[in-house]
Each structure stands twice: as C-alpha cells, then as structure tokens.
C-alpha cells in the first residue's frame, strides 16, 4: 500500500485530501507546514507527498526544494488555489498562478494541480507520478 | 518741486536776462545820452564861435542892420530860440527871437525827458574900441526826443532779444527733454512688460546717445534673459504635467492593483474552501444509491461547486487584467526621477542614493507606472544588499549600441540601460542563476519575499527588455535592464551594413 504524506495549512483541505485517498486505498499522513512534514518524512518513508504551495512562514516551493534535495525517491505533487497572493506592492500580473506553479515545477515537482480539483484528478496524479518513481527506481 | 527741462531753460534764462537786460538797458541809453549830447553841445558850439569871429571881422558891429541878419541867421541854422548881442549897454535882439525866452545864462545840458530847456551860451566879442557880448539859447527839446527815441529803440531790441532768447531756451530744452521723454516711454514700456520698443534715441547730445544705446543692450539683455526664463518655465510646466499625469496613472493602477490583489486573494481562499466541498461531496456521492434523493442533492452541490470554480476563474481574469501593462513609448528619465522620490523616502539617511542621469534619452517601449514598479524593486533589492550597513544604491541610465544575435545574423541595436548599483556584498557564483526565480531569497524570515527580482524579470519580459546582473563578492552588485530604443524616436539604429560599410 503506498503512503501518502499531505501538507496543507488549510484544516479542511487535509481532512478532504485524507478521506479521499484513504478510501482510495493509500495510508494517508497529514502536515500542517513544511517543517513538519519534513520531519515527518523523517520519522517514516513515504511514497508520494503532496504539497501546498502557499503557505505561511515557509512556503511550498521551498519545501519542495527541500524534500527533492533531502528524499529523491519521494513523488512530490504541487497544489495551489491559484490567484494571486503576496504583498500588495507586488503586481498580480507578475506573480501568477502560472509563475509559481512553474518555479514549483523547477524545485521538484513531478506533478501541479490546481485546486478545486476532482478526487479522480489527484488519484490519477497519484498514479503518474508512482509509476514515474517506479520507472526510476527500475531504471536505476 | 519736480519741473521739466524746458521750464528750467526758460525760468534759468528768465533768470539771467532779469540781470542782463536793465545792465545792457542802461549802458546802451548812458552811451547813446552820452554822444547825443555831445554832438548837440558841439554842434551849438561852433555855430556860436562862428558867429563871434563874423561879429569880430570888419566893421560888422558898426551896422545894426547887419548884426541883426546874422543873429538871424544863427537862430534859422542852429535851431537856436534866443540870439541877442550886448554893446555898450545897448541889445541888438534877433527878431526871430521865441517870445517869452528870457536870457538865463544856464550851460549845464542835462536831458530830461518832457521837459523844456533852453541851453544859453555867452561869447565875448572883441574889438579894438569897445567890447560886446553874443548871447544865444538853443532849444534842447528836439536833441532830447532823439534820445528819448533811440532809448525807445533800444527797449524795443532788448524785448525782441528776450523774447527769441526765451524761445530759443524753450527750444533747446525741448530737443533736450525729447530723447529723454523717448527713453522714459521706452522704459515705461518695457516696465509694463512689452519689450519691443527700441530704447536707441536720434539726438546729437552725445550722453543721451550713449545713455540710449546702454539701455538698448540692456534691454536686449532682459528680452533675451525673459526668453530664456519662459522657456525654462514652460519646460517645468511640461515637467510638472508629465509627473502629474504619471502619478496619476500610478494611483489609478495602484488602486486597480489593490482590488486586483484582494481578488486574487479571494480567489485563492475559495479555491481553498471548494476543494474541500467537490472532494466531500464527490466522496458522499459515490457511497450514494443512484436515483435516490440524496445523491441527486450531492450531485447538485457538486454543480454549483464547479459554478463557484467558474466565477473564481472569472474572478481570477478579471484580477489579471487590471494589472495588464499598456505599453507605450517613453522616456525612461521622469520613470527614474519618480522612482527615486519614492524610494528616497523610504530609505534612512545612512544609504548615499545616487543618480547618475545626463539625457536626453532616446524612447523605449514601456509601461511608465510598470517601469516605476521595476525600478522600486530594483532598488529595494540594492538597499537589501547593503544589508543595514551605510553604502550606496547608484541609479542611472546610459545610451548605449549593442550586438544583438538574431538568426538573420548580429546586428547592432540602440539601447538604452537602465542600472542600478548597489555597494552591497555582491552574489555568490552558486546562487547568481537563480536569483529571478519566485520565492528564491538569500533573506530572512520577513525581510524579503524572494518575489522582488522574479518582478523585475516579469515586467522587463513584457517590455521586451532583458535583465543582466553583474557582481563581485565583498564589492557589490550591478543590474542591467537593456531596453530596445523605439525605432521612430529619432535616435540612429545601426544596421550591420551601416557600421561595415558593405564588408558582407
């Protein structure tokens, strides 16, 4: 069964995220920050981690820098609400949802999703992204 | 008392003839007085003399009858009015004698106007045997009207004299008062601010010439320096327009930019809270018998979830278009100088910033308010740099032409660079690639957000600029920003043709 570890600093996204990839059939783990799920990838292995960008304090795309340089093996999806966020001197033009999923993207994603999305999106992003880690691992 | 150059002629001429002419009146009649009466006195004289020698020669006194003839004739040729000869007690009287004339024996000829006289003159007549005495009285009245007449005369000339004196005063003074009056009305003129009259005056008097064509360089002097102080307004006027309208623009975008920002944020938040809703109900969906009430309530949660997802996305597009760019020739040099006025406020004292702008420059194609935006980050980056020690930020612009790669071969390019140098600690090798990209950040926890540069790099994309960071660890940190000048500015792009004189 693989594991999944979610990290998301919005209470019901985590609860929705486990009650749909546990009845999917995965061992589902959940985070509230970065930090945390780090240290909880310490603790226990893990197959798929799927990381919300904008967080407070240490943002998703750091964490995702963090976890491709410290777990190589471990899938990594990005998910976002889009929009626009950041301070108000910042153009919504520039930072865009596009922006950030891209430098998510070069930090180490294997898979984007914005949200809302469908539970058989993420469970087909689950899929893709298992099945490239285990063609990595075969092909190691 | 204030008069005018022609009434001190004539009261200073009044002035000296009030001495002069009664002077000149009474030497002129003293004189005239003087040799009428002398000519009169010496006329009488001799007629007399001459009389006493016919009296004296022959045997003139022994005939009555002759004596009395030429006693006649002394009164007729001498004007006399008495002739009488006394011989031994006896008169022999002319008988052409004035009645009433009584022998006085008065010489002294003093003229008086209006006054009869009679001048009496006594010879003795010698003879051998006996002697006798000529007397004669001639009349003063008509010597004393001459002079009287020629005093008359005299005034009549003095008079004529004063007035063509005081006319010629008059004159004078006009044609001294008039360049002058010239030159005031000029100056008046010029006061009340029309600088066209000549101040040249036509006059022979050398001063005012000279005095006339000072004022004129002087004149000309003001024309020019009121020339050039118009032109300097009207250039502050252009100046001052141009920052209004920019900073209005800026608070325009800044005021679509904010709504722009709190829907973006909207939007993200309900993404956030649909996610969970479409996952929720999905979930309950599928543990739902089909065809019973509740699946169908599930599946219309659902819908309207999607409904929500589509005005989030609307909601999103909308947020977009208020930051979109409006590109548009520019100057880049009042984007600078707003820049740098909101970010000297922003700095403390201890950061020297520096401006290094000379233009004029040629126009890129930019969004002034984006372009602000750009500088400010820029600079905000620099002053991060300097990482709270004193230093410099260093912002300028340079007029350059670059080599530019193209598939059709190099070619050369005006550009115009925008950078900005800060004093800073410079980059390391290992970070310098990705310091544009989002989140990237060498700085603490809220000291920076890392977007900043990703900023720049965005906006100068949209302006089809390009971005280039030159830097030295311990030395500081130069950015680059090359805009392409706009062909139509005015300012030469050179061709490869053009600068290798055909060499292809």
């Not at chain 2, 008169?91 to 000829?109: A, H, M, T, Y």
């Amino acid at each position: 069964m693989k594991s999944i570890l979610v990290i998301d600093d919005e209470p019901a996204v985590r609860k929705a995220l486990q009650r749909v990839l546990s009845k999917a059939g995965y061992a589902v783990q959940v985070a509230d920050n970065g930090p945390a799920g780090l240290a909880a990838l310490a603790i226990q292995s893990v197959d798929i981690v799927i990381v919300d960008i904008i967080m407070p304090d240490v943002n998703g795309v750091d964490t995702i820098r963090s976890i491709a340089l410290r777990f190589p093996e471990v899938g990594i999806i990005a998910i976002s609400g889009g929009g626009n966020f950041g301070p108000a001197q910042y153009q919504p033009y520039a930072i865009q949802t596009e922006a950030y999923l891209a430098s998510a993207a070069i930090a180490g994603a294997h898979a984007i999703l914005t949200k809302p999305f469908k539970s058989a999106d993420v469970v087909h992003a689950i899929a893709k992204v298992a099945n490239r880690v285990a063609g990595a691992e075969t092909l190691n | 008392m204030k008069t005018s150059i022609s009434v001190r002629m004539a009261m200073f001429a009044i002035a000296m003839h009030a001495i002069v002419l009664p002077a000149l009146y009474f030497g002129f009649s003293l004189v005239v007085t003087r040799s009428d009466t002398d000519l009169f006195l010496q006329h009488v004289r001799t007629l007399s003399r001459n009389l006493a020698e016919e009296l004296e020669l022959g045997d003139a006194l022994g005939s009555p009858t002759r004596v009395r003839n030429l006693l006649d004739q002394a009164v007729i040729n001498g004007d006399g009015v008495y002739a009488a000869l006394m011989d031994n007690g006896g008169e022999i009287r002319s008988e052409l004698n004035s009645p009433g004339v009584k022998w006085l024996g008065r010489q002294d000829f003093t003229f008086r106007p209006g006054r009869n006289q009679i001048y009496f003159i006594s010879l003795p007549i010698s003879r051998p045997n006996h002697t006798a005495e000529l007397r004669l009285g001639f009349d003063e009245q008509p010597i004393a009207e001459q002079i009287q007449f020629a005093m008359h005369r005299i005034l009549w000339v003095l008079v004529v004299y004063l007035c063509i004196s005081l006319t010629a005063a008059v004159v004078w003074g006009r044609s001294l008062s008039r360049p002058v009056m010239q030159l005031q009305r000029a100056s008046r003129k010029i006061a009340s601010g029309s600088y066209a009259q000549s101040m040249r005056v036509k006059t022979g008097i050398m001063e005012l010439h000279d005095l006339g064509s000072d004022l004129d360089s002087m004149r000309n002097e003001l024309v020019g320096v009121n020339q050039r102080l118009q032109i300097e307004m009207t250039e502050k006027m252009r100046a001052q327009e141009h920052r209004r309208e920019l900073e209005l623009r800026l608070r325009n975008r800044q005021r679509l930019e904010t709504v722009g920002t709190l829907a973006g944020g909207i939007a993200h938040e309900f993404n956030n809270v649909l996610l969970p809703i479409v996952l929720f109900s999905e979930a309950a969906l599928a543990e739902s018998s089909k065809s019973t009430a509740i699946h169908d309530d599930l599946q219309e949660i659902l819908n309207q979830a999607y409904r929500a997802k589509e005005v989030v996305q609307k909601i999103l597009t909308f947020s977009r278009g208020a930051g979109a760019p409006e590109l548009d020739s520019i100057d880049l040099k009042p984007v600078v100088e707003e820049a740098l006025l909101l970010f000297r406020a922003l700095v403390p004292a201890t950061v020297d910033v520096r401006v290094e702008l000379t233009g004029p420059y040629p126009l890129v194609r930019a969004d002034p308010v984006m372009a602000v935006q750009m500088i400010m980050n820029l600079c905000t980056n620099a002053y991060q740099a300097l990482q709270h020690r004193s230093g410099s930020v260093t912002v300028g612009l340079r007029h350059t032409v670059e080599q530019v790669d193209s598939e059709a071969g190099g070619t050369q390019r005006g550009m115009v660079v925008l950078f900005v140098t800060d004093s800073g600690q410079g980059i390391e090798a290992e970070t310098l690639p990705r310091i544009f990209e989002p989140f990237f950040t060498t700085r603490g926890v809220g000291e920076g957000t890392g977007l900043g540069l990703s900023v720049v790099h965005g906006i100068a994309e949209t302006f089809g600029a390009t971005v280039s960071v030159s830097t030295e660890v311990g030395q500081g940190t130069t950015f680059n920003v090359h805009f392409p000048v706009v062909a139509s500015s005015g300012v030469a792009e050179f061709s490869n043709e053009a600068v290798a004189g055909g060499s292809i």
